[in-house]
């Protein structure tokens, strides 16, 4: 199935002159959104480092303390196959979208947890979601630009993940300082608010529509990812 997007009319894996590489508008507004929704992925991996003292006295999670950053890596890491599948067979707009409300989601539940279980699976969630960013990002900036430019704008994408990542243990301290623990998470709400604006008006793309949802659906390998989710979750939980 082939797919590219419309901003972006030459074939990504080919390499072009300068000149015939557009970056317009639209192009710029589609990394900004990557840029935001990277940013949001890499905090929520060290934020909850320094503001966890305050969560479990809050919560009385006790031993449980350690799921509340395992949920979400082992979710981040569970779920990225089927999640790359999907966005081969309906396309990277929708599953995109799809991806950073789940976040969002999640960070609402996070910050609105009433106890442990709840935090938990907030932080389950969250790392479907940012699983799906992080791989989804290289895809969308893989159609968007042709394999010659490419480096330059993967660097940039690492550099905030890297900012994003090192920031998070002093944002969440300074958050939990002068606020509730809460905060960590609800402040995610504006930011995917705000990447959900621009990635649903400026992220568009051609694919293949002439098969039916069943001829979709059938696409997917449901066997393969459910042996694949169990697996790496069984080995991630022996490992914690």
Known sequence: MAEAVVSASLPADSLVLAKDFKRGFRFWAIIAGLAVT????????????TSAPAI????????????????????????????????????????????????????????????????????????????????????????????????????????????????????????????????VFYINLPIGGTSLALMYWFLHLNYDKQMSFTQKIKRIDVVGNEILIASTVAVLYALT
Not at 38 to 49: D, I, K, P, Q, R
Not at 58 to 85: H, K, M, T, Y
Not at 115 to 122: D, E, P, R
Request: negative net charge; aromatic residues 10%.
């Open 56 to 183: 479990l006295s809050d919560l009385d999670l006790r031993e449980d303390f350690v799921w509340i950053s395992n949920a979400f890596f082992i979710c981040s890491a569970a779920f990225q196959p089927l999640l790359g599948q999907l966005c081969d067979v309906f396309g990277r707009r929708w599953i995109y979208l799809s991806i950073v409300a789940i976040f969002t989601l999640g960070s609402g539940i996070c910050g609105g947890a009433a106890n442990g279980g709840m935090l938990i699976a907030g932080r389950a969630i969250q790392g479907v979601g940012s699983g799906g960013i992080i791989m989804l990002n290289n895809v969308i900036l893989s159609d968007l630009v042709p394999l010659g430019f490419r480096g330059q704008y993967v660097a940039i994408l690492l550099a905030i993940f890297g900012i994003g990542t090192t920031l998070g243990p002093f944002i969440g301290g300074a958050i939990t300082d002068n606020a509730s623990w809460r905060w």
């Open 38 to 49: 990277s940013l949001l992925g890499a905090l929520e991996h060290t934020v909850v480092t």
